[in-house]
């Protein structure tokens, strides 16, 4: 097999996970037990116990469609007896692939996601001047210094037909609690969080400048956003050019709003419903409590957990720049999530990520089933509780 070694001197090949990694991938004293706990077992064999073996060796192949199956979700480092970083391990192996433009299988969407990125900010393959088009009629205004938030909407909110209703309820809900916001419009840029777990790292940083031109420029101090992934960059990954902005959640917003008595909520149907944790807001971030706090504040919303709930929650598959990727039938994570939140019970999914709203979406349709669940992001559900709700999307 034509393997890395063939392309890259050995040690660009080690150093480049070490810069990523430190060290700590040497001390793997190969329990298996991220293989076990990695939720490509449920679906098909995945070892990143030997992609982590392969690199503490030099010898990573990175011409295998395995290198681009992490969905970087959390579980086996937060669960690894070692402190092994597969996360940065993983990543460091699709830089190289990246620099030498290795995409195999379904890793060839990559190249389509880059040019796209890279022109218009976005991976959607959309025009720029339509970033902010999702807002037209709301009376959304662009941020100017003395706001007290930016709203940064995210790619898949600003593009994507499902998730801009998610974006609409989202400014409803934040002129009828008086929110003092604004947005960039076609100044905002993606976060760049997958495009950077996917390897392509000069891209990441291109887009973080981009973003943080922006803020500073229009003397932004506290970001409110609705994907956990533009959560996560923001907080712990923009820091890394020396800046500092607050950041804040809309589930975390939701429940600020509702025990200020800012938002009164009237209920609706009684609905038995589940929360699903977005890997990016619960195991990177913590953030736990807080969703589950604004559901059981709805009148009428019974709240039941799926067996595989907060650190224990099933990835949905769309981190990592899986989202760009086809996984074939048979492979989904988020078939089996499905699956889990019917078999409590539940009459509605709900969650807080643009990714697992896209996977579970996509699930519902194919899987076709007698047992119909809803699919709803936190701030669709407290939007249809509020007390004189109308549709304004
Ligand atoms: S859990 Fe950690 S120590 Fe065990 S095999 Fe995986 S990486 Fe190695
Ligand atoms: S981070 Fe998640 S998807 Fe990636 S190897 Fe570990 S358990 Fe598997």
Same mark, same amino acid.
């Given at each position: 097999?034509?393997?890395?070694?063939?392309?890259?001197?050995?040690?660009?090949?080690?150093?480049?996970?070490?810069?990523?990694?430190?060290?700590?991938?040497?001390? *793997?004293?190969? !329990? @298996?037990? %991220?293989?076990?706990? $990695? /939720?490509?077992?449920?679906?098909?064999?995945?070892?990143?116990?030997? &992609?982590?073996?392969?690199?503490?060796?030099?010898?990573?192949?990175?011409?295998?469609?395995?290198?681009?199956? *992490?969905?970087? !979700? @959390?579980? %086996?480092?937060?669960? $690894? /007896?070692?402190?092994?970083?597969?996360?940065?391990?993983?990543?460091? &192996?699709?830089?190289?692939?990246?620099?030498?433009?290795?995409?195999?299988?379904?890793?060839?969407?990559?190249?389509?996601?880059?040019?796209?990125?890279?022109?218009?900010?976005? /991976?959607?393959?959309?025009?720029?001047?339509?970033?902010?088009?999702?807002?037209?009629?709301?009376?959304?205004?662009?941020?100017?210094?003395?706001?007290?938030?930016?709203?940064?909407?995210?790619?898949?909110?600003?593009?994507?037909?499902?998730?801009?209703?998610?974006?609409?309820?989202?400014?409803?809900?934040?002129?009828?609690?008086?929110?003092?916001?604004?947005?960039?419009?076609?100044?905002?840029?993606?976060?760049?969080?997958?495009?950077?777990?996917?390897?392509?790292?000069?891209?990441?940083?291109?887009?973080?400048?981009?973003?943080?031109?922006?803020?500073?420029?229009?003397?932004?101090?506290?970001?409110?956003?609705?994907?956990?992934?533009?959560?996560?960059?923001?907080?712990?990954?923009?820091?890394?050019?020396?800046?500092?902005?607050?950041?804040?959640?809309?589930?975390?917003?939701?429940?600020?709003?509702?025990?200020?008595?800012?938002?009164?909520?009237?209920?609706?149907?009684?609905?038995?419903?589940?929360?699903?944790?977005?890997?990016?807001?619960?195991?990177?971030?913590?953030?736990?409590?807080?969703?589950?706090?604004?559901?059981?504040?709805?009148?009428?919303?019974?709240?039941?957990?799926?067996?595989?709930?907060?650190?224990?929650?099933?990835?949905?598959?769309?981190?990592?720049?899986?989202?760009?990727?086809?996984?074939?039938?048979?492979?989904?994570?988020?078939?089996?999530?499905?699956?889990?939140?019917?078999?409590?019970?539940?009459?509605?999914?709900?969650?807080?990520?643009?990714?697992?709203?896209?996977?579970?979406?996509?699930?519902?349709?194919?899987?076709?089933?007698?047992?119909?669940?809803?699919?709803?992001?936190?701030?669709?559900?407290?939007?249809?509780?509020?007390?004189?709700?109308?549709?304004?999307?």
């Amino acid at each position: 097999m034509n393997t890395v070694e063939t392309v890259a001197p050995i040690i660009e090949i080690i150093q480049e996970i070490r810069d990523a990694g430190g060290d700590a991938f040497k001390f *793997c004293y190969q !329990c @298996g037990k %991220c293989d076990v706990l $990695c /939720p490509w077992n449920k679906v098909r064999p995945f070892s990143i116990r030997k &992609i982590v073996r392969q690199a503490s060796l030099g010898l990573p192949e990175i011409e295998l469609e395995d290198i681009w199956r *992490c969905t970087t !979700c @959390g579980t %086996c480092p937060s669960q $690894c /007896p070692r402190g092994v970083e597969q996360i940065q391990v993983g990543v460091a &192996i699709r830089r190289i692939a990246t620099s030498y433009g290795v995409f195999p299988g379904s890793a060839r969407a990559l190249r389509a996601v880059g040019g796209s990125l890279a022109a218009d900010g976005n /991976p959607l393959g959309d025009q720029r001047e339509k970033r902010g088009a999702w807002a037209r009629g709301l009376s959304v205004e662009p941020f100017s210094e003395g706001m007290e938030f930016l709203y940064f909407v995210g790619c898949y909110f600003s593009y994507d037909p499902r998730m801009k209703k998610v974006a609409r309820a989202t400014v409803d809900l934040l002129h009828r609690a008086g929110v003092d916001f604004g947005i960039l419009g076609t100044a905002e840029n993606c976060c760049g969080e997958s495009i950077r777990k996917a390897g392509d790292e000069d891209l990441f940083k291109a887009l973080a400048r981009k973003n943080i031109k922006a803020f500073i420029d229009r003397g932004v101090k506290k970001i409110l956003v609705s994907s956990p992934h533009c959560y996560h960059t923001f907080k712990n990954e923009y820091p890394e050019f020396m800046v500092h902005f607050e950041i804040v959640h809309m589930s975390q917003l939701l429940l600020e709003l509702l025990e200020g008595g800012r938002l009164e909520l009237s209920g609706g149907p009684e609905k038995k419903i589940t929360y699903h944790d977005p890997c990016y807001l619960g195991r990177h971030n913590g953030i736990y409590d807080q969703p589950r706090q604004v559901l059981e504040k709805v009148p009428g919303l019974d709240l039941l957990e799926m067996p595989d709930n907060r650190q224990d929650s099933l990835c949905c598959g769309g981190g990592g720049g899986r989202i760009w990727m086809d996984t074939p039938k048979g492979e989904r994570f988020a078939d089996i999530r499905l699956q889990q939140a019917q078999q409590v019970g539940a009459q509605v999914l709900v969650t807080s990520c643009p990714y697992c709203i896209s996977n579970f979406e996509e699930s519902r349709l194919a899987l076709r089933d007698d047992h119909p669940l809803e699919i709803m992001d936190i701030t669709e559900i407290i939007h249809a509780s509020l007390q004189g709700s109308g549709e304004q999307s």
